[in-house]
């Protein structure tokens, strides 16, 4: 019996490792099919935690003898488990082009409703299991607690995170990790099995069947990957998102997880980020460039500068881009492999000119190349007769209502530090930035420094008349507030611009998401609640934790893993020494509240005091601790509500329901419209509301 | 069996809420809401019901082109999408609403864009080379192009933009008062502003002002026709050879754009075919000959026909742009199917932006973006053979480089 005990507790870690090695993959794989923004994965994990605790809800069926609990079903559950994440990212892979036009970008509610579609099978059986392995061991052991599976479920998620943290994201690809990450699980459900039996041809085919799904998704790898037009020449999955190179006919297009960034043989978008700003400066003798596209380094060899420093922050871009001669070097350049916002801070050197070559600003990670702070930063760096530039998404003929405020925000903190900036609207709007009066007339410019171009010499004077560039500067709101690092605000105006472009409104989904929580709530008894809120602000913690490691540090891409890995670690500790002091019970939650509201009052401090001068090791030390309060809380509440078996499933749902409801309304909704410091605020008000439903009611 | 509980009864129903509602709404076709797409193989708009406003505005004008039918509803028969419209209801193109039984168009004398462009940007090759088009458009478009390039005009309400006010006489004031020797109704869909184009066409040809129409050529025969009596230009995007490709990514149909271009070519009007070419949709070699093939049986070798570099725009956003080797051999293929015109767009620097005589093959009018540094014609004939060459020249060449 006590052999049974232990090979479900063993089942339960593996299970723990590969959920969170499938929900780490799963969100890389997301982000590289659907958008690479921050709203994606709160979306990921929303659906991730809901269908978790509707799974965990419906293991009570199992209670009313629906599906008795049994060893044997629980063994073959977990075998189904291990093959299932492979699976899940194929179907992700493939089902893209089922459901969307091939090609398109999708909006809010089919990215919802896609994650939810594609994650639900694995998703609603990994709720199922947790508790359903604590009945079949109570079938076994009567006296034995929940926490017990509580803190196998965690050491195994703990496990999970690292291994895909430190080893999985480094060395090998998805459907690679997922076969390694699966394995001990398989082995461990095929020891679950009875030893003899009638059935074991066909546990052993089932075994053999889920061994096979995970091997084929090695093979298919590449093959799932492959594209419509032309021929995958790469694919790599860096620690920071996924890069594939497109090679049709002779064109080489650089994809980052999923969109073209640029290709080859486009060389006027090269001209307008280089020459619009050079062309304004007398002497370009020292260029910072922060991220590169094809044909960038032949225009700024035109001016030959003594020294560009390249800065990008993915080795694995650069090499890409030289090796398909999508960049070339000459001498001068310097490359320099870094966060471009870290260099900036750290670096003594002024530059004549700093050039930005970014995407449009809609993730985080971007947004803080547009902010105050990072304005401030460059002007710092840049000589007194230098230039600034960077770009946005253009238009043709009209400026949209969202994207005149959107460029009237950038417009308005770029014009806190340059006395000069004028917006010109290329095929992406140019912003020059300088202490000089800006000249618009950058064909006569050019000639007059003896630089050739094809684009701009022969379209500049039919695309960039002087009314059109009037009259976009014109139509500059001074009225709309700037973008902070703690308040971005271009990244709500993002937020709507894709809602615009869809014609889609998010009233109905936050109407339905308030129903079904308001009915939540006011089902579930006082200690649920406590954890609904508890889970709540961890998860809302982590997302605050990975939006603030995104501005301050920004690549929460790669260290995604160990976020997450973090805010795990801190649960079984937590939840060991929480069972130890569990017969406290109204006390212990009152103390853990106290706990966690004093963490996030500290954190609020730290963010508003120190800002980006804090070091990574707070985000990691607040996380832990954010945790451990949270694992301490679990056993105590579960033992006020009896630890029975209605008990731990509720007492796991409010858990995983609350943890999704932080992930949700921190990153669509509060973040990105009250900032970082009043969602921690809020928060916390959320955990004020628990301290006072505990205070106030009885043991 | 035990009786089941209030709040088991709810978690049930939760649980299938979830598991039921939230799937079928996402398998839903992706436009369930008025006037978006009806799903992933027709992305075609719908009718907006109940989206007109009260009362027609400063800017309406009674539609020309419509039937009233039975309970105050009326069609609108200016394009094949001929919506049916109840009072309140609001067109596909957003343009058209009906009031109390009447169709009332909302883009007369609003303009959303109002620009001085160089008719080559059109593109219009053939037509006035270095002159400038005085070029306008209200919002509105009858089709759904996933890459639509002007999307911030063409899929939104009049109402929900700031124009200028610039009815059709004005509008002809301010074309001669910046020297554009024609007016271009183009950016969004001219179609979608019939009465305001015809209207202000109207004027322009009697004030000696060309009229320029750049399309999607999605319009009925009699609107056509009407229109065909003062455009002296047009230049018509074919977005490719395939029913279905239109209606998966364009919202439309084939074969009344075909319609239309029979119906220019048998009016004599100058035009001129765009053709974008999409990757993994429209770059499939045998429909572009079979494309070339149309055009020579149907409307002869003389209309120049433009490939368009495609670059990720709007919803599509996910392709990589056109191979440059693609469109050079899309471009020998048309000039080997017989079609004497076959220029390349969006590609700067390439000998495919030049003209070349189709008789004796010397260089015409090289082209460098909207840069006319050579130009070997003289009135409408090539200088060297002095065959005919199809189009509206100048007489006496064109204007200063």
């Known amino acids: 019996m006590k052999k049974n005990e232990g090979s479900i507790t063993s089942v339960v870690i593996a299970t723990g490792i590969s959920s969170v090695v499938a929900q780490l993959i799963t969100i890389r794989e997301f982000l590289a099919q659907l958008h690479g923004n921050e709203f994606v994965i709160a979306l990921i994990l929303f659906n991730w935690l809901v269908l978790g605790g509707v799974g965990t809800l419906m293991a009570r069926l199992a209670l009313r003898g629906y599906w008795k609990a049994s060893i044997k079903r629980l063994a073959w559950m977990s075998v189904l488990l291990s093959c299932l994440p492979s699976i899940q990212i194929l179907a992700v892979r493939w089902f893209r082009d089922v459901f969307f036009i091939h090609g398109v970008s999708v909006g809010f509610y089919q990215t919802l409703f896609y994650i939810f579609l594609t994650i639900a099978p694995y998703t609603l059986i990994i709720g199922f299991v947790l508790p359903y392995s604590l009945f079949v061991i109570r079938n076994l052991n009567p006296a034995c607690s929940g926490i017990r599976i509580y803190l196998a479920d965690n050491l195994g998620d703990i496990a999970g995170g690292a291994l895909f943290s430190f080893f999985l994201v480094y060395f090998v690809s998805p459907m690679t990790a997922l076969l390694l990450s699966n394995l001990p699980l398989l082995v461990f459900a095929y020891l679950l099995f009875p030893a003899s039996g009638r059935s074991r041809i066909g546990i052993l085919s089932g075994c053999g069947l889920a061994l096979l799904i995970l091997f084929s998704g090695v093979f298919l790898e590449t093959a799932s990957l492959s594209p419509r037009e032309g021929e995958l020449a790469f694919y790599g999955e860096s620690r920071y998102g996924r890069i594939e190179v497109l090679r049709d006919r002779d ?59 390249y800065v990008e922050l993915d080795p694995q871009i650069t090499e890409i881009q030289f090796r398909f001669n999508l960049l070339k070097p000459f001498p001068g350049l310097n490359i320099i492999h870094k966060d471009g916002r870290a260099y900036l801070k750290e670096t003594d050197t002024s530059y004549d000119a700093v050039i930005i070559n970014f995407t449009e600003p809609d993730t985080f990670q971007i947004n803080r190349f547009f902010t105050d702070e990072f304005f401030s930063m460059v002007k710092r760096r840049i000589r007194p007769q230098g230039i600034f530039s960077f770009s946005m998404e253009g238009f043709e003929n009209y400026l949209s209502e969202s994207q005149r405020r959107k460029l009237s925000c950038v417009y308005n903190t770029a014009s806190e530090y340059f006395s000069h900036v004028t917006l010109l609207p ?197 996380g832990a601790l954010v945790s451990f309060a949270c694992g301490f809380q679990f056993p105590a509440a579960l033992h006020l509500r009896k630890d029975d078996n209605p008990a731990a499933t509720r007492a796991f749902s409010a858990d995983l329901i609350g943890a999704a409801c932080g992930i949700l309304v921190s990153s669509v909704f509060l973040i990105p419209y009250f900032g970082l410091v009043w969602t921690a605020v809020i928060l916390m008000a959320i955990k004020i509301m628990s301290l006072i439903a505990v205070a106030a009611g009885n043991e | 069996m035990n009786k089941i509980t209030r709040r088991q009864f709810l978690y049930c129903s939760a649980a299938l809420f979830s598991a039921s509602a939230i799937p079928a709404w996402a398998a839903r076709p992706s436009g369930a809401k008025p006037g978006n797409e009806y799903g992933k193989e027709d992305v075609s708009g719908r009718v907006f019901r109940g989206d007109a406003p009260e009362k027609p505005w400063k800017w309406s004008h009674e539609g020309l082109f419509y039937d009233k039918l039975k309970n105050d509803r009326v069609i609108c028969g200016v394009c094949p999408n001929r919506c049916n419209l109840a009072p309140g209801d609001r067109s596909v193109c957003r343009s058209k609403v009906n009031i109390g039984g009447t169709l009332y168009t909302l883009t007369y004398g609003n303009p959303c864009a109002v620009h001085l462009d160089p008719v080559e940007k059109k593109p219009l090759f053939h037509f006035k080379p270095r002159s400038k088009a005085f070029s306008i458009a209200t919002t509105g478009c009858n089709l759904r192009c996933l890459n639509c390039q002007n999307w911030e005009i063409s899929q939104v309400r009049p109402e929900d933009v700031r124009y200028s006010e610039l009815f059709p006489k004005e509008a002809v004031e301010a074309a001669k008062g910046v020297s554009a020797e024609s007016i271009a109704y183009t950016y969004s869909e001219p179609v979608t502003f019939f009465e305001y184009m015809i209207g202000t066409a109207r004027i322009a040809k009697e004030e000696g002002i060309y009229n320029l129409l750049i399309s999607n050529g999605y319009i009925n025969r009699e609107p056509l026709l009407e229109l065909c009596r003062v455009v002296d230009g047009a230049n018509v995007n074919l977005k490719s050879f395939s029913d279905s490709i239109y209606r998966k990514l364009n919202g439309g149909r084939l074969q009344p754009v075909l319609e239309t271009f029979r119906t220019m070519h048998e009016k004599g009007i100058h035009f001129e075919i765009t053709n974008l070419v999409v990757p993994g949709y429209a770059d499939d070699q045998e429909m572009v000959k079979r494309m070339c093939e149309w055009i020579v049986e149907s409307l002869g070798p003389d209309h120049p026909l433009h490939f368009l570099r495609f670059f990720p725009k709007y919803k599509l956003n996910r392709l990589p742009p056109t191979p440059l080797s693609t469109l050079t051999r899309f471009r020998e293929l048309a000039l080997s199917g017989g079609i004497r015109y076959v220029y390349l767009g969006n590609v700067p620097d390439n000998e495919g932006n030049n003209t070349y005589c189709h008789n004796c093959h010397k260089m015409l009018v090289e082209r460098k973006g909207y840069l006319i540094p050579e130009y070997n014609l003289t009135g409408n004939r090539c200088k060297f053979c002095n065959t005919v060459i199809p189009g509206v020249w100048d007489e006496g060449g064109p204007g200063p480089v």
């Open chain 1, 251 to 309: 064109q080489f297009t650089l994809l980052r997880d999923g969109r073209p960034v640029f290709s080859s043989h486009n060389f006027s978008m090269a001209e307008e980020i280089i020459h619009y700003p050079l062309s304004q400066i007398e002497n370009a003798g020292h260029i910072l460039l922060i991220s590169a596209e094809s044909g960038m380094m032949e225009e700024l060899e035109k001016y030959k500068p003594a020294i560009v420093d």
């Open chain 1, 426 to 622: 290329g095929q992406r709007v140019i912003f020059l930035c300088t202490d000089s009066p800006v000249m618009t007339d950058i064909p006569q410019r050019l000639y007059q420094k003896g630089i050739q171009t094809d684009y701009i010499s022969s379209f500049y004077y039919g695309n960039l008349t002087e009314e059109r560039i009037i009259k976009l500067n014109e139509l500059m709101d001074p009225a709309v507030p700037v973008n902070t690092d703690g308040s971005p605000r271009l990244i709500r105006l993002m937020f709507s611009e894709w809602f615009e472009k869809f014609a889609a409104s998010p009233v109905g989904f936050i109407a339905v998401f308030s129903m079904l929580g308001l009915i939540y709530l006011f089902r579930i008894k006082r200690e649920e609640f406590v954890l609904f809120t508890t889970g709540c602000m961890t998860m809302g913690s982590e997302i605050l934790v990975i939006f603030a490691f995104q501005i301050f540090f920004g690549y929460v891409y790669f260290q995604i893993g160990l976020i997450i890995t973090v805010f795990l670690a801190g649960l079984f500790p937590g939840a060991w020494q929480g069972h130890r002091l569990r017969q406290k019970g109204k006390g212990v939650l009152l103390f853990t509240d106290c706990l966690l509201i004093i963490f996030m009052a500290a954190f609020i401090m730290s963010i508003l005091f120190i800002g980006d001068h804090l070091p990574i090791a707070f985000f990691f030390i607040f």
